[in-house]
């Protein structure tokens, strides 16, 4: 009688991962004591500050430079009457204790429902890339392009994997490129898995990129500059410190990465993923095959020309602040409907294999709308306010450098409760930024302490992209976890030497 085999542990979906955290963020909201802030927020109409207190009740005050100093908020009136300023501001200490708001069943079986709703935006401009990425796969564009890029390639895959990541860190560290990377994906993997990488590679190249950069940013209007502005101070302030460690921490990241790679090149089985390694080539490379590549004629190259001219436009638009997923999506559509007419396909062809495309990402928008329930759950719950109270409670009066590394991490704890990089910066940065003046250091120590807390998280938070990007690769997240968590150590050392340093510069 034959044995039978013993059957291995699977390691959950991303979706089960998201509702283990769901369910964990739900009874914080019994555990942690509920409380909040009093808020500021400058309305622009009647020229005046609106106060809105714990109890929800709404007071004016005027709009003048001794109304912040007796709330004790030390910024200049400037940073709201330019505009700088736009979101509501905690005003430091106003925190009070309010009724508990526990999250139960209902509020937890309906939190995705509303996640859905709340990302619809970002649901919509994936599914247009699904179906654009399918349109053009059905030309053959891509596996032409792979094979001329491999050809040119032989024997240097590496330096495409440098090109990648260090421009979409340059992307990452100017404007916060990070949902837009999604697209980066269907396109590369291929060329990536062509190259004798396997996907997790792919992986590093892209979401590392952006998280080195959006972590070590350096003029991100949507984090260093708003959490400068909100600590009363210019964002210039700690660029040049800024800027060096963001060139030393990509480094080491591409070391990192290039180590991985190379003992991936030699023997595949040295990859994390070497079991799935099939079932992703089949997905990837299904079409294609190195001996028999579809020429990369003309027709071909214009359609790779028009999809590819429409990041740099995108770049553009979403950098000034002027469009954001609404009109990114718009954007695809339009290239959606030029490279339908030059592809040569029929109208029903065109729209069917555009509509397979999306179908093909359904999974991956559904896990964007639940990793945001998370958040609504523990918003609802009211606790971030009383976390952030207790955090800035740790810091005070520590010796400058035990400051900053703490600080580092209570961002980096405060990032997984509030992800939103702008949100976090306005909350925070009002209650933290002032504790710097206490142990006499500068203030931009605690907006970098900030940054690299909140971007260090975001390499593994299950609220953030990473589980999104995993489902769109077929990489499982305890994979992405062994491959990531050594050189998570190695940049939260870095980091916190570097702010170490910061302190005494």
């Known amino acids: 009688m034959k044995k039978q085999k013993k059957k291995q542990i699977q390691f959950p979906t991303a979706f089960t991962v998201l509702f283990i955290v769901l369910i964990l963020a739900a009874i914080l909201t019994y555990i942690v004591p509920a409380g909040l802030y009093s808020r500021l927020e400058y309305n622009v109409e009647e020229n005046v500050f609106k106060v809105e207190d714990h109890k929800g009740e709404i007071s004016t005050l005027p709009a003048t430079q001794e109304t912040l100093d007796r709330l004790n908020i030390k910024m200049n009136i400037d940073k709201f009457l330019s505009g700088s300023i736009k979101k509501p501001i905690a005003i430091p200490g106003t925190y009070e204790r309010i009724e508990q708001s526990p999250q139960g069943i209902l509020p937890i079986i309906m939190s995705p429902i509303q996640g859905v709703m709340d990302t619809v935006d970002i649901m919509v401009f994936v599914l247009i890339l699904g179906g654009i990425i399918g349109l053009i796969n059905k030309t053959g564009?891509?596996?032409?392009?792979?094979?001329?890029?491999?050809?040119?390639?032989?024997?240097?895959?590496?330096?495409?994997?440098?090109?990648?990541?260090?421009?979409?860190?340059?992307?990452?560290t100017t404007f916060g490129l990070a949902e837009e990377t999604i697209a980066l994906y269907p396109i590369l993997m291929p060329i990536?898995?062509?190259?004798?990488?396997?996907?997790?590679?792919?992986?590093?190249?892209?979401?590392?990129?952006?998280?080195?950069?959006?972590?070590?940013?350096?003029?991100?209007?949507?984090?260093?500059?708003?959490?400068s502005d909100a600590a009363g101070i210019s964002f210039s302030e700690g660029l040049t410190f800024r800027i060096i460690s963001l060139v030393l921490a990509m480094i080491i990241t591409l070391i990192y990465i290039?180590?991985?790679?190379?003992?991936?090149?030699?023997?595949?089985?040295?990859?994390?993923?070497?079991?799935?390694?099939?079932?992703?080539?089949?997905?990837?490379?299904?079409?294609?095959?190195?001996?028999?590549?579809?020429?990369?004629?003309?027709?071909?190259?214009?359609?790779?020309?028009?999809?590819?001219?429409?990041?740099?436009?995108?770049?553009?638009?979403?950098?000034?602040?002027?469009?954001?997923?609404?009109?990114?999506?718009?954007?695809?559509?339009?290239?959606?409907?030029?490279?339908?007419?030059?592809?040569?396909?029929?109208?029903?062809?065109?729209?069917?294999?555009?509509?397979?495309?999306?179908?093909?990402?359904?999974?991956?928008?559904?896990?964007?709308?639940?990793?945001?329930?998370?958040?609504?759950?523990?918003?609802?719950?009211?606790?971030?306010?009383t976390l952030l109270h207790y955090t800035s409670s740790i810091i005070e009066n520590m010796n400058r450098g035990l400051f900053a590394a703490v600080q580092m991490i209570l961002f980096s704890f405060l990032g997984f409760f509030i992800p939103s990089s702008s949100g976090l910066a306005t909350l925070s940065m009002p209650i933290m930024a002032p504790l710097a003046d206490t142990v006499g250091i500068s203030r931009a120590v605690v907006v970098t302490a900030y940054n690299w807390g909140q971007g260090w998280m975001a390499f593994i938070t299950p609220t953030g992209l990473i589980l999104a990007t995993l489902e769109m690769v077929d990489v499982t997240y305890n994979k992405w976890l062994k491959?990531?968590?050594?050189?998570?150590?190695?940049?939260?050392?870095?980091?916190?030497?570097?702010?170490?340093?910061?302190?005494?510069?």
């Open 192 to 227: 990536f898995i062509a190259s004798g990488y396997d996907a997790i590679v792919c992986i590093a190249a892209i979401y590392m990129g952006s998280s080195i950069g959006t972590m070590f940013s350096t003029v991100n209007p949507f984090s260093v500059v708003i959490a």
């Open 258 to 385: 290039y180590r991985y790679a190379n003992k991936v090149k030699k023997d595949p089985k040295n990859s994390l993923i070497y079991d799935d390694m099939e079932k992703i080539e089949e997905k990837f490379l299904e079409d294609y095959d190195p001996e028999n590549v579809v020429p990369f004629n003309w027709r071909r190259i214009l359609i790779l020309i028009v999809f590819l001219a429409a990041f740099p436009v995108m770049v553009w638009g979403v950098s000034t602040g002027v469009w954001w997923f609404p009109e990114m999506s718009g954007l695809f559509l339009a290239v959606t409907f030029i490279i339908a007419f030059l592809s040569g396909l029929s109208e029903k062809e065109a729209v069917n294999t555009f509509l397979d495309g999306a179908a093909d990402l359904i999974g991956v928008v559904l896990i964007i709308g639940v990793a945001r329930a998370i958040n609504i759950v523990m918003d609802n719950g009211m606790i971030s306010d």
């Open 483 to 505: 491959f990531i968590l050594p050189l998570m150590g190695i940049i939260g050392v870095f980091s916190i030497l570097m702010l170490a340093l910061q302190t005494i510069l």
């Open 141 to 172: 564009t891509f596996d032409a392009g792979i094979a001329a890029l491999s050809r040119k390639t032989k024997g240097k895959e590496f330096l495409l994997v440098i090109f990648v990541s260090a421009l979409i860190a340059v992307g990452g």
